[in-house]
């Protein structure tokens, strides 16, 4: 299978910057796309950015322009640059890989890394 390991969460103050990386081992060949979603508390858990393998991405809304995904994938590695933070982009977010084949499944998932964004 596929297993995504995430870290660079933490505290950071409004209008600040962090950089998420995930890496990603196993059998990656499964995998077509890599993205991150996030989860707020008492909320539910949204998307945030995606990348194919080919390098196209997409962004939410709401953090486009804000937030760039990128991949170098000679290590297999997913990376979100989050600048201009702000107090509700704090949740815990999640590396997720999209299985080849499907229309839009996200089959394997990291085990999240907290960012929060104080005021």
């Known amino acids: 299978q596929v297993q995504l390991v995430e870290s660079g969460g933490g505290l950071v103050q409004a209008g600040g910057s962090l950089r998420l990386s995930c890496a990603a081992s196993?059998?990656?060949?499964?995998?077509?796309?890599m993205g991150w979603f996030r989860q707020a508390p008492g909320k539910e858990r949204e998307f945030v950015a995606r990348?194919?393998?080919?390098?196209?991405?997409f962004y939410a809304d709401s953090v486009k322009g804000r937030f760039a995904i990128s991949s170098d994938n000679a290590k297999n590695t997913v990376y979100l640059q989050m600048n201009s933070l702000k107090p509700e982009d704090t949740a815990v977010y999640y590396c997720?890989?999209?299985?080849?084949?499907?229309?839009?499944?996200?089959?394997?998932w990291g085990q999240g890394t907290q960012v929060t964004v104080s005021s």
């Open positions: 196993g059998r990656t060949f499964l995998t077509n796309a």
């Open positions: 997720a890989a999209r299985v080849v084949g499907s229309v839009d499944y996200w089959g394997y």
């Open positions: 990348i194919s393998n080919g390098g196209s991405t």
